[in-house]
């Protein structure tokens, strides 16, 4: 009887990356970055008025910006649009919970790290990205409209590259929009204050790229007044 092969585990898997020598083996490194790419843009292709939501994995269900992420999926998904999240827990799981409990398309787009981003069960439609710049990609450039809820240096810089995007004509000028006044206020402040008025490091147009807001109805209405996205680069 032939001896089965053995799966390797999580823990020898990364052991295995950690000594291959990339120096040695660059095409294989640029083979894999370039599927990630054509594979995350062919699969954005074929969603449907897609809205990206980002916000913190850390997010307890009890939490009131995840009832809040969760409700306003549900509106967005009953307006028949698609939700797109990180596609992990926290706000990204309750995006993607609203979405599907509205019977919407419910998307994530995972990323393989070695701690809490497993792919929440509320996805219905999903990828799987190994490398981050490549997944932070498609998350930039997926959505007809951004939604932000608090969230940590992972929602922070997608902000600002969505923002860094439209400021220098990279991508068309589309809603970005920062759930959370109490969260958001002081972020704002800095924009505002520091970088515009005092140090002029940005103009008065790019601290207006970004509204900020705790009205679901209004987000709904924002983003039903949005150009729909066209995917150009396909």
């Not at 894999?32 to 843009?41: A, D, H, K, S, Y």
């Not at 498609?138 to 929602?155: H, K, N, R, V």
């Amino acid at each position: 009887m032939p001896k089965l092969k053995r799966k390797r585990t999580r823990h020898e898997d990364d052991q295995h990356l950690e000594n291959f020598d990339f120096k040695h083996n660059i095409t294989w490194r640029v083979f894999r970055i370039l599927t990630e790419f054509i594979e995350g843009f062919e699969f954005l292709s074929e969603l449907k008025r897609p809205v990206t939501i980002f916000g913190s994995a850390r997010t307890d269900p009890k939490n009131y910006y995840y009832q809040k992420a969760r409700e306003l999926a549900n509106k967005l998904g009953q307006a028949g649009y698609t939700v797109v999240t990180g596609g992990g827990p926290g706000i990204m799981e309750a995006a993607n919970r609203g979405a599907k409990e509205a019977n919407a398309e419910s998307v994530g787009l995972n990323i393989q790290l070695p701690f809490e981003q497993q792919a929440n069960k509320w996805i219905t439609k999903g990828i799987g990205f190994f490398y981050f710049f490549s997944r932070k990609t498609m998350m930039s450039t997926s959505s007809q409209a951004y939604i932000f809820f608090p969230g940590g240096y992972g929602t922070l810089d997608e902000f600002f590259t969505i923002n860094a995007l439209i400021q220098n004509g990279k991508i068309e000028k589309r809603p970005i929009i920062l759930y959370g006044k109490e969260y958001w206020g002081p972020l704002n402040e800095f924009i505002r204050v520091k970088m515009l008025k005092e140090k002029k490091a940005i103009k008065p147009a790019d601290a207006k790229v970004y509204k900020i807001t705790d009205d679901i109805d209004e987000i709904v209405e924002i983003i039903k007044n949005s150009k729909e996205r066209q995917y150009t680069f396909m």
